[in-house]
């Protein structure tokens, strides 16, 4: 399975940016059992999980970021999204796409986000 992110770039406080994250080598079927996933990670500091959606469509998220994000997912289109919205200079960060599924465990190679004025 191959991820590939995009939509990260830079955007004021406030702003909002919308990051995808498109699954390749899997077929669709098999992609709607995968738990995916959003985490970040800036220099110095542990990889942080910023949400999660499992197959029922069941989301998860951080304290930090609920009420300003929202995962979702397309499993026909084999797509994860993150709505980040009232965006703040501490969700600046490498965001990467995760896929997991039993032992299997996929990363993106991620996407920048900077939020600053």
């Known amino acids: 399975v191959q991820l590939a992110e995009s939509g990260g770039g830079l955007v004021q406080p406030g702003g909002s940016l919308r990051l995808s994250c498109a699954a390749s080598?899997?077929?669709?079927?098999?992609?709607?059992?995968?738990?995916m996933g959003w985490y970040r990670q800036t220099p110095g500091k542990e990889r942080e999980l910023v949400a999660t959606i499992i197959r029922d469509g069941t989301t998860n998220y951080t304290d930090s970021v609920k009420g300003r994000f929202t995962i979702s997912r397309d499993n026909a289109k084999k797509m994860v999204y993150l709505q980040m919205n009232s965006l703040k200079p501490e969700d600046t960060a490498v965001y990467l796409c995760?896929?997991?599924?039993?032992?299997?465990?996929?990363w993106g190679q991620g996407t920048q986000v900077t939020v600053s004025s």
């Open positions: 080598g899997i077929i669709s079927v098999l992609y709607r059992m995968y738990t």
């Open positions: 995760n896929s997991k599924l039993n032992r299997n465990d996929y």
